[in-house]
């Protein structure tokens, strides 16, 4: 089971965090992701932390503005989301899958990010 947190209204230029808290317990290692659908749009990748934490991925849109990272315990991962732009207003969802690949087997219920103009 994943639980987002973090998501919230801000104005454009603010910070967010998010966090997603995994539970329960893992039978192989897995990384963590975060996606988010805007209104009217497809759910699109936003960032991707692997099992070691040593890999990271982030669509282009977002490099240099979000952080992804993980807690020791390899449980929670954060978004930390700077200099945010009206449109990176979405629903954030957080996902978990196998670290070998980039499927996605568990979803979180998501959080919302609105950032004012």
């Known amino acids: 089971q994943l639980v987002e947190s973090g998501g919230g209204l801000v104005q454009a230029g603010g910070s967010l965090r998010l966090s997603c808290a995994a539970s329960g317990r893992a039978s192989s290692p897995y990384a963590m992701a975060w996606f988010r659908q805007a209104p009217g749009k497809e759910r699109e990748f936003v960032a991707r932390i692997s099992w070691s934490g040593g890999t990271t991925d982030y669509v282009d849109s977002v490099k240099g503005r979000f952080t992804i990272s993980r807690d020791g315990a390899k449980n929670t991962a954060l978004l930390q989301m700077n200099s945010l732009k009206p449109e990176d207003t979405a629903v954030y969802y957080c996902?978990?899958?196998?670290?070998?690949?980039?499927?996605?087997?568990?979803w979180g219920q998501g959080t919302q990010v609105t950032v004012s103009s």
């Open positions: 996902a978990t899958g196998p670290d070998a690949t980039r499927s996605y087997t568990t």
